[in-house]
């Protein structure tokens, strides 16, 4: 009965070859976030999608990109992966964007660069 | 801005034992949600014990409890009777209240080893 799931977890690209990332939910969850999370450090939100709003952080760099084509689906494409994106990437769902609401998250995508 | 900081990366203690986590924060907001997290190695990240800044009355889960002091602002997290799976990194966080345009602001963590 898994609610947030991530997939591949364990995601290996080139320098500069396009990747996209996978998370999808059976929560039914108008909100959508995807988090960087590097060795050590706290989770970074890169943007969040309130059903088809799509919300970008001021610093998330222009190589990320998003995409959420149905309720349950949404991707994390990186267009030119650097050696600085090697990170876990969390996607998290929540019903509203209140504090109210628990964030659920997936279990993350590590993603190595080569 | 908001910030979070926990001021301990990492922790060991003996199963059985109780162990405090510490956080603190700093914000000119008044109504607000602190909460800790949960990442245990290669699972996801969950919610283990959420505070509302306007309840005085310290939040318990089990046992797991938080010991929070709104005018020093400090929300420190008490493991009881710990438990093997009790070893993840734990995540303290804030949110504005009720506020659709603000986000989760995490501090760096902690990462917790229960040892056998």
């Known amino acids: 009965d898994a609610m947030v799931i991530q997939n591949p977890r364990y995601q290996v690209t080139q320098f500069g070859k396009p990747v996209t990332l996978s998370c999808s939910q059976t929560?039914?969850?108008?909100?959508m976030y995807w988090y960087q999370q590097k060795s050590s450090q706290a989770p970074k939100l890169l943007f969040h999608?309130?059903?088809?709003?799509?919300?970008n952080e001021a610093d998330t760099p222009d190589n990320f990109q998003s995409r959420r084509p149905n309720t349950s689906f949404c991707f994390l494409d990186i267009r030119s992966p650097g050696l600085g994106d090697a990170a876990m990437y969390l996607c998290?769902?929540?019903?509203?964007?209140?504090?109210?609401?628990?964030?659920?998250f997936g279990p993350g995508t590590r993603l190595t660069v080569l | 801005a908001q910030t979070v900081t926990q001021s301990q990366p990492e922790m060991s203690v003996q199963e059985a034992e109780t162990v405090t986590l510490s956080c603190t924060y700093d914000t000119s907001e008044s109504n607000y949600y602190l909460f800790w997290y949960k990442q245990p190695p290669s699972r996801q990240m969950i919610l283990v014990i959420r505070q509302e800044a306007y309840k005085q009355q310290n939040a318990t889960e089990n046992r797991f409890s938080v010991n929070f002091q709104k005018a020093a602002k400090s929300f420190s997290l008490k493991i009881s009777d710990s438990q093997l799976g009790d070893t993840a990194m734990y995540f303290c966080?804030?949110?504005?209240?009720?506020?659709?345009?603000?986000?989760?602001?995490f501090g760096k963590g902690t990462r917790l080893h229960i040892l056998p």
């Open positions: 998290a769902t929540s019903g509203t964007l209140t504090s109210t609401d628990t964030q659920y």
């Open positions: 999608y309130y059903d088809k709003d799509f919300n």
């Open positions: 966080a804030f949110m504005k209240y009720e506020n659709r345009d603000d986000k989760i602001i």
């Open positions: 929560l039914n969850h108008n909100v």
